[in-house]
Structure formats: structure tokens, C-alpha cells
């Protein structure tokens, strides 16, 4: 017997609440006629195929020659060929095991367990075969075989994510858990396998390529009067691809359509347990977590860089939520009343459209259908940790999953909670000093003059309140025509991603449809570009020297010389790093189009590693600047370790494009942009703390 109250459920539901609605069993219907349509189709080449493969064997030659013996060779390769090409596919056939997840057992977790099982009972549906937890901010239903699930009933099994149980209160999991229940429920489920089994063929036949297509390439390449019949079927094969993939899209929508459905109904068995609110404020919630969540594994992964390691991240996640809880609630209370219960958390918008491929209905027309009608129920604030016995342990067990899988680390010597939080703190120092600079720094590089022109120029600098106002009002009007081209920037992903009901947008003069919304795109990216290079410098020298004179009035020239010149460092790295990505990258499709040898391609290769491994001079060479401590970065060394692990760039041995070594350096040169972005905007951030400091005299006077 369970020590845990099970949060109340309704007083009354009306009879029809979970039933299926006439729009939830049409679009099954087209499902079902899709998949038929699809395998009717499928199975009708496949023995088409065989049979062109068996005629090719059978088929009498009338005179037997030279070329009739070709011919017959050529047909019976050609026809065998393209009957192999409709049943690749199965030599891949697996059932993905996930390795991200933790069984639970019942006699460990009996709490849960039973908190689960009296979900089951409520809503009707079948119990799960197993329960696991990941360590996302998530929950699903999956097959225990997806393949099985074609032709036997195979049960279903259920996935917590930990990140989940950090974000709702009691009812909202309940709600979530239930929810899920609801798709237990479903015979409709049955229908996603056939199509995800659907599109795993198609997927296989049209976009994979495989030792198949190198069959097929090698065999055109042989003899013309050998290789005929290839490149006979050539255009067969593409024909096939042509037409399936209007198949592939076809069953995506009608199952995207479905599972739209399938979600308003789950809801619906979500509200029968718990009320309209507990679900709709559970999506509402799902954004922090996902936000919160994403921000703990960050900071978790660039303290592992400094081999700072910690038992326990949920710890760490449930303070990230106490951090962000006061401006949650305040946001909370601030929401209109619903009319209806509750409540108005989502309301109708542009961003309330949603595109055909979309598997979930928006936000706001989930809520329209949770509260229509209005279902009452008692709000359960306890936190769903309460049903996990040693909810310590399992979060540990979590956390070395988490370094393992998703952080490639062990986190074998563990700091303190105290010491991962003090490099939480110091990491996010100086970040809210970015935001009142209209985020002029966040998508350019801050370019700093030498300090000859500085020099030069700060004789005619006023340190007053009227000379800093002006650097501050000038920057604000050198950002409006930015944030007007990142308004529309935005506006295009919408309009690509189908979800505005606005279909174009136009700028200096011209309008951007979907035909050409990508060259739209890239005009706003071109001018904000030629806006951050021509209009931003000389605002960047004047706001350098204003701050350079009044350090020297302040007897600091030298310390912000020094973090200068240090920017400027950083700054040329990081721009050479990202021009050694789209150098090699450019290299690549260029060499896409050409005929290859395979000296040519050995000699790129070296070219890579050549590349990769310039990079340690720039590297090198901060070893001669006076260096200032950063957040978290106490050394010149320690600053390089920062920007690539173990501070240095290696050449990788042998053909690099077939033991995997350029997908190693591409990743280390991705992970390597990445962090000088980071360690940039510490830089900056550094730098416009001195700068408050400084003015600090001047708002004094």
C-alpha cells in the first residue's frame, strides 16, 4: 500500500469527454488508406520486379551470339539488380535500443509504480511493460519492438524524463502521465508503426546510399558494352525514387494530420484524471524546463572542461529552477483570467498556425480543447520527487549516464555543490551588462582600435555625462535598422517553417515569397553584415577611447589596454577559425563536383591537417600578451584549454576521410568556434564591467 496520497481527480466528467471525435477517426481513416495505398503499391513492384528478374532468366534467345549472350547477361543483372533494390532495406532492419535510459524496478520504485498502475486503472489503459527514466525534460510511449508490433501485440512501455519531474507539481504530472495513458490507449498507435515502418523503407530506397548505388556507380563505370543495362535501369531507379518520395510525403501529412488528433484526445484522458488547468499549465511549464534544463547540462559541460565534475546535476537543475521561480511566478500572475477556468495561458496568434508536418497542435489549440468543457479539479502543489524512493541515488545514477553519453566524461573526482555553484555565479558575471547594450555585441565582432588611434583621438573626447549619453544614444540609433532586419529575419523562419499565417515579407523594395524566401534571407543577412562592418566602427573607437581616457584620469590605462589588446587577440582567433571552417568546407563542395583520384583526394587531406594544425600559432602567440583573468579562466593556459581541449591542435593520422579523422576535426573545429563565441562575450563582458566601474566617477559628479 502506497504511503503516497494520490492526487485527487474530478468530482464528475460528462459521458463523451474521451471519446473519439468524427475529425479524430476520418483522418485514421486516410491513415489506413495511405498505408494500404502504400504497400498495395510496394508489394505490386516488388513482384513486378521479381517476375522481370525471372522472365530475364527464362526467356528464350532466338540466335545465340555474342551480343544475345550480353544481352541476356545484361538483362538478368539489370532486372536482379532492381528486384534487390526494393528489398535492401531488410539486411538494416533493427529495433533501435536506447542507451540513454534507466529501468526501474518495482520492488526499487514500488511508490511510482503504483502511482502509475491507478493511472492505468482510471484511464482504462493497458499497464506498461517497463517504466525507465532519461534525463530530458520529456515523456513517451514506445513499442517494446516497433517491428514486432506489425504483427503481434506487443505491449507498450513507458519513459519519464527527470528534467519533467524537476518542472511540474503533482496534478501537472499526473495530467502528463495520463496523457500518456491516453496514447496507451490508442489503437491508433498500431498506425504509426506501419508508417514509420513505411517510410524506413522508402527512406532506405530514395536517400540512402549504400553499397548498392556503389554496385550500381562501379558497374556504369565498366565497359559501355558491359554496362548498357546499368545505365538502363539508371533512370528506372531514379523514376522509382520520384514517385515514392511523393508516397514519403503523402503518409507523412496524413499521420501528421492523425497524430495532431491523437494528442487532443490524449489530452482529453489527461483531463478526466486531473482537470482542464493541470495539463494546459504543464505545457506552460514545459518551456522553463526545457530552458532551465538546457542551461544545467551547458554549465555542466563547460565546468567539465576545467575537469570540475559533480555527483548530482538535479541538485544543481532544481536551483536553476529556484533562481527563475520569482520572475515564473510573477509572469504567472500576470496572466489574464480564462473566461472559461483558470488560467489564459496561451493565446491566439500568428505563432498559433501550424505546419502540415507538425505532430503536435499548437499550444493555444490545446488549451481551447482542454477547456472546452471547463473540467474542475483540486491543484496537487507536491513535487512528483515524492514518489521516487532514493531519489538521490537515482539521480546520481542519472548524472554519470548524463557525462557519459552526452558529455563524453567521467565524472569520477567530484567538487562540492558549493564549488559547482560558485562557478555557475562567476560564469554568469557580467551577462546583464550585455542586455543594456541593446545586444549590439551579440551578433558582431566588437571591433577595438589600435591603441595609436586612440591615442590620436581621445584628445578631443568630453569625460561628461553629455559624451557618454550621446555614445549611448548613438548606438541606440545605429541598432534600429538592425532590429528591424532581425524582426524580418525572423519573420522568414516563420513563414518557412508554416507557422504565421503571413506569407511574405519585403525589404528595400522588394517582396519574398516561399519561392524565394532563401534569397530574401540572405539579403538581410548580407545587410545586416555590411551595417555591423560600415556603421559600427567608428562607434566601436569612439566608446574604446572615451573609456581609455577616462581609465588614464582613473590610473587603470593600463589594466584596459591590457584586456583590450586581449579582445583583440581572442577576436582574430576565433574569425580564423571560423575561416578555416568555410575554407575547408568550400574545398569540400568543390571537389563534390569534380572527378577524383585517389592521390587528390589524399592531398586534401593533408591540406586539412595543415590547416588544423596553423591554428596553434595564433594559439601560440597569447602566450605574449599581459593576460587579464576572464570568468573561470584564470591563466593563459587555462584560456586555451578553454578554446580547444588540451590547449593545442593535433594532425590526425593516416587517410583522414576513412578512419573518421575529418569528422574528428570538424567537430573539434565546431566545438572550437563555439566556445571562442563564449569565451568572447566573457571577454566583452569583462570589459564593459570595467567600463561601469569607470563611469561610476562621472555618475558621482
Known amino acids: 500500500m502506497s504511503s503516497i496520497a494520490y492526487p485527487k481527480s474530478p468530482g464528475s466528467l460528462p459521458k463523451k469527454l474521451t471519446a473519439l471525435t468524427p475529425s479524430y477517426q476520418f483522418k485514421a481513416f486516410l491513415a489506413i488508406l495511405s498505408i494500404l495505398l502504400f504497400f498495395i503499391l510496394y508489394a505490386a513492384l516488388v513482384v513486378g520486379l521479381a517476375y522481370l528478374a525471372y522472365y530475364a532468366f527464362i526467356y528464350d534467345m532466338i540466335d545465340v551470339n555474342k551480343l544475345t549472350i550480353l544481352m541476356k547477361i545484361g538483362a538478368i543483372a539489370g532486372s536482379v539488380m532492381l528486384f534487390v533494390f526494393t528489398l535492401k532495406f531488410i539486411f538494416k532492419l533493427k529495433n533501435v535500443k536506447r542507451t540513454n535510459r534507466i529501468k526501474l524496478s518495482k520492488k526499487e520504485q514500488s511508490e511510482l509504480w503504483e502511482f502509475i498502475l491507478k493511472i492505468c486503472k482510471e484511464t482504462g489503459a493497458p499497464k506498461p511493460k517497463a517504466i525507465y527514466i532519461d534525463p530530458d525534460v520529456n515523456a513517451y510511449v514506445s513499442y517494446t519492438n516497433m517491428w514486432l508490433s506489425l504483427f503481434l501485440p506487443v505491449k507498450k512501455e513507458l519513459t519519464i524524463g527527470l528534467g519533467l519531474v524537476d518542472t511540474l507539481n503533482m496534478s501537472e504530472f499526473k495530467a502528463v502521465m495520463s496523457h500518456e495513458f491516453g496514447h496507451f490507449a490508442q489503437s491508433s498507435m498500431k498506425i504509426g508503426s506501419y508508417i514509420i515502418s513505411a517510410n524506413t523503407i522508402i527512406h532506405d530506397m530514395i536517400f540512402t546510399r549504400d553499397s548498392w548505388d556503389n554496385a550500381l556507380e562501379q558497374w556504369r563505370n565498366a565497359d559501355l558494352r558491359l554496362s548498357v543495362a546499368a545505365w538502363v535501369i539508371t533512370p528506372i531507379i531514379w523514376l522509382i525514387r520520384q514517385i515514392l518520395n511523393l508516397f514519403y510525403q503523402f503518409l507523412n501529412i496524413m499521420y501528421s494530420s492523425l497524430s495532431r488528433e491523437m494528442e487532443f484526445n490524449a489530452d482529453k484522458v489527461a483531463i478526466s484524471t486531473s482537470g482542464s488547468d493541470a495539463i494546459v499549465s504543464a505545457l506552460w511549464k514545459l518551456d522553463y524546463g526545457f530552458t532551465t534544463w538546457n542551461k544545467t547540462i551547458e554549465q555542466a559541460y563547460l565546468a567539465a572542461q576545467k575537469k570540475m565534475f559533480v555527483s548530482n546535476l538535479y541538485t544543481h537543475n532544481a536551483l536553476e529552477h529556484d533562481r527563475i521561480r520569482p520572475e ?374
Open 328 to 701: 515564473k511566478e510573477r509572469i504567472l500572475n500576470e496572466l489574464p483570467d480564462d473566461k472559461r477556468g483558470g488560467k489564459l495561458f496561451f493565446t491566439s496568434s500568428d505563432h498559433s498556425k501550424v505546419g502540415m508536418y507538425a505532430s503536435h497542435p499548437p499550444n493555444d489549440k490545446r488549451q481551447e480543447n482542454a477547456k472546452v468543457p471547463f473540467i474542475e479539479c483540486p491543484e496537487d502543489n507536491r513535487s512528483p520527487w515524492d514518489l521516487f524512493q532514493n531519489k538521490g541515488e537515482v539521480q546520481k545514477q542519472m548524472t554519470s549516464l548524463i557525462y557519459q553519453q552526452y558529455l563524453n566524461k567521467e565524472n569520477k573526482d567530484t567538487v562540492s555543490s558549493e564549488a559547482f555553484e560558485k562557478f555557475i555565479q562567476t560564469e554568469n558575471q557580467g551577462k546583464d551588462l550585455l542586455d543594456q547594450y541593446h545586444g549590439t555585441f551579440e551578433n558582431r565582432f566588437f571591433s577595438i582600435p589600435t591603441m595609436e588611434e586612440i591615442d590620436k583621438a581621445k584628445d578631443h573626447v568630453s569625460l561628461d555625462h553629455e559624451g557618454l549619453s550621446k555614445i549611448k544614444s548613438d548606438l541606440a540609433s545605429l541598432m534600429t535598422p538592425v532590429k528591424e532586419i532581425e524582426r524580418l529575419m525572423e519573420q522568414a523562419s516563420q513563414i518557412a517553417q508554416g507557422t504565421t499565417s503571413v506569407n511574405s515579407f519585403s525589404f528595400n523594395g522588394e517582396t519574398y515569397k516561399k519561392k524565394n524566401l532563401q534569397q530574401g534571407y540572405n539579403v538581410l543577412i548580407t545587410e545586416r553584415e555590411k551595417l555591423f562592418t560600415e556603421s559600427f566602427t567608428e562607434w566601436d573607437k569612439a566608446f574604446c577611447t572615451f573609456h581609455i581616457k577616462l581609465a588614464e584620469e582613473q590610473g587603470k590605462k593600463e589594466y584596459l589596454k591590457n584586456l583590450y589588446i586581449q579582445h583583440q587577440n581572442i577576436s582574430a582567433f576565433y574569425r580564423q577559425a571560423a575561416g578555416t571552417k568555410n575554407t575547408i568546407y568550400t574545398r569540400v563542395n568543390e571537389l563534390q563536383s569534380q572527378e577524383l583520384e585517389e592521390s587528390d583526394i589524399r592531398r586534401f587531406g593533408y591540406a586539412v591537417n595543415n590547416l588544423m594544425t596553423d591554428l596553434n600559432k595564433p594559439l601560440k602567440s597569447l602566450d605574449t600578451i599581459s593576460f587579464v583573468p576572464l570568468p573561470n579562466i584564470e591563466t593563459i593556459q587555462e584560456l586555451k584549454e578553454a578554446i580547444i581541449e588540451d590547449g593545442e591542435f593535433f594532425e590526425e593520422k593516416g587517410n583522414i576521410f576513412d578512419n573518421g579523422g575529418f569528422e574528428k576535426h570538424m567537430n573539434r573545429l565546431e566545438n572550437t568556434i563555439t566556445h571562442c563565441q563564449r569565451i568572447e562575450q566573457k571577454s566583452i563582458s569583462v570589459i564593459l564591467g570595467t567600463h561601469h566601474e569607470l563611469q561610476e566617477k562621472i555618475k558621482a559628479n
